[in-house]
């Protein structure tokens, strides 16, 4: 009975022994056509969504990248002057990440936090990452999608999940407002408004209400085709034609005060700028341009 006690120890000790352990090494050179590849181990990109944040404490902007076809995220470090890949923080971001992610610090902390898809409309983790420790995070709101006052009480904030929506201070009061393409219906734009500042004198919560579906006075009838202050039914043969995705960016780019609007969707092979001749609490658009107006890009 020793003897059969001894092998099988001897056995489990052997087994012990033959497990597998590996990790990355990114210092062995690829080449293609003699040329070498930088990042040759972080593998390629379809479609990439490109976010910054500080991944490791040293107070420089990191990358953090989506990518939508492979509903992976990937990192990146900023080490002298160049970016590194680093996929051990990947694992650290939560998994119910899907369709886009936008990072943005909504609650004025300096660590910024994540919106993402749900299949009830957006979900928001906030950031409790320590000094010194790994990312954490904790859901805004556990077990419920992003809610927003709607004309008769709160309602989902409902996103087509092909579409990007725009996070920004839209009307430049310090907190954070949501712009999105309408869900259904026609391809006009709600404003959500944050109401934090207003009601608490801080930005450190999401108090949403849609003040308005016709934000900037715009609807999308098609590609670069829109209609400014009417409707696309009422443009010569006009009619909304928008099904694919839409994606939404805000920023001021003529340094008034007041947020213009980069516009593109699934079908379109470039970005469209349209300029805001308003104020940052009543946006109005007339015009719609390629982006950018010296060299268009074209996808």
Request: charged residues 20%; aromatic residues 10%; proline residues 5%.
């Amino acid at each position: 009975m020793r003897t059969v006690w001894l092998l099988l120890l001897f056995i489990i000790s052997s087994g012990g022994y033959a497990q597998f352990t590996y990790s990355l090494d990114q210092s062995i050179p690829v080449e293609v056509n003699g040329e070498p590849l930088k990042l040759a181990w972080a593998g390629g990109l379809n479609a990439a969504q490109i976010n910054t944040m500080d991944l490791n404490g040293d107070n420089k902007q990191d990358l953090v990248v989506f990518d939508r076809t492979a509903n992976k995220i990937l990192t990146y470090v900023n080490q002298d002057n160049k970016y590194i890949y680093a996929p051990e923080y990947e694992e650290l971001f939560p998994d119910q990440v899907s369709q886009w992610m936008l990072l943005r610090d909504f609650n004025c902390d300096g660590r910024k936090d994540i919106f993402t898809s749900d299949p009830f409309g957006i979900i928001v983790f906030v950031n409790t990452t320590k000094p010194g420790e790994n990312l954490s995070w904790r859901y805004y709101n556990p077990g419920f999608p992003l809610l927003t006052k709607g004309f008769s009480g709160n309602v989902n904030l409902k996103v087509n999940p092909d579409d990007i929506p725009a996070i920004d201070d839209i009307d430049g009061d310090g907190d954070l407002d949501i712009l999105n393409v309408r869900f259904v219906g026609v391809g006009t734009i709600e404003w959500h408004k944050n109401l934090s500042i207003e009601r608490t004198g801080t930005c450190d919560s999401l108090q949403l209400e849609r003040v308005t579906q016709y934000w900037g006075n715009i609807e999308e009838c098609t590609c670069g085709k829109f209609a400014f202050g009417q409707t696309c039914a009422s443009l010569p043969g006009g009619r909304t034609q928008h099904v694919g995705g839409k994606v939404l960016l805000t920023m001021d780019l003529d340094n008034d005060g007041d947020r213009e609007l980069l516009f593109s969707e699934e079908t379109c092979s470039r970005i469209y700028m349209l300029q805001n001749n308003g104020t940052p609490q009543d946006a109005s658009m007339n015009s719609a341009v390629s982006f950018p107006p010296s060299a268009p890009v074209n996808f």
